[in-house]
């Protein structure tokens, strides 16, 4: 080997990134799909009128997963054989955890303030502007995530 190349295992790293952005991501996005979709679906029963206004969180749970899938895509984009260091590598790594965890943590926080949210708003209609803007910034975790690994990602060695 080379003084000048890179060791053999470097790509793994940046590709580890990219698996853990939309891994992460993506448990986090079905995590509040499922948790909000539980609270809609007994909503429902008592207040079918409810079920699109109630549809909110569900969309920003996906929303989450797409940050994920932009990072992913990029770090996958940023991997080439020729001029791909250990130190990019590991930027990548940082990139996709910092997307991925940070989408799972939001993925949780949407689910559990859904499910209560739209169990709250079918009793009590003023808890709507509450609960979407709890949701917000349950949402703006995983934005946090994603401009951190945007910054990081456009790194190189």
């Known amino acids: 080997m080379a003084d000048d190349m890179p060791p053999a295992y470097t790509p793994f790293f940046g590709v580890m990134g990219a698996t853990s952005a939309i891994v992460f991501s993506s448990l986090g996005a079905a ?3 499922a948790k909000s979709g539980t609270g809609i679906a007994a909503m429902s029963v008592m207040r079918p009128e409810l079920i ?3 549809i909110i969180p569900v969309v920003m749970a996906g929303i989450i997963a797409i ?3 932009v990072v992913a895509a990029l770090i996958a984009n ?3 054989p020729e001029n791909y260091t250990l130190f990019t590598s590991f930027v990548h790594l940082g ?4 997307v991925g965890l940070s989408g799972l943590a939001a993925g949780f926080a949407i689910g559990i303030v859904g499910d ?3 169990r709250g708003t079918a009793q009590q ?3 709507f ?3 979407i803007l709890i949701l917000i910034f349950a949402e703006v975790l995983g934005l946090y995530g994603l401009i951190v690994a945007l910054i990081l990602s456009t790194k190189s060695g």
């Open 31 to 33: 995590y509040g799909t």
């Open 52 to 54: 699109m206004k109630s």
């Open 67 to 69: 940050y994920g899938l």
């Open 78 to 80: 940023g991997i080439k």
């Open 95 to 98: 990139a996709g955890l910092s």
């Open 116 to 118: 209560a949210g739209v």
């Open 125 to 127: 209609p003023r808890l």
């Open 129 to 131: 502007v509450g609960m």
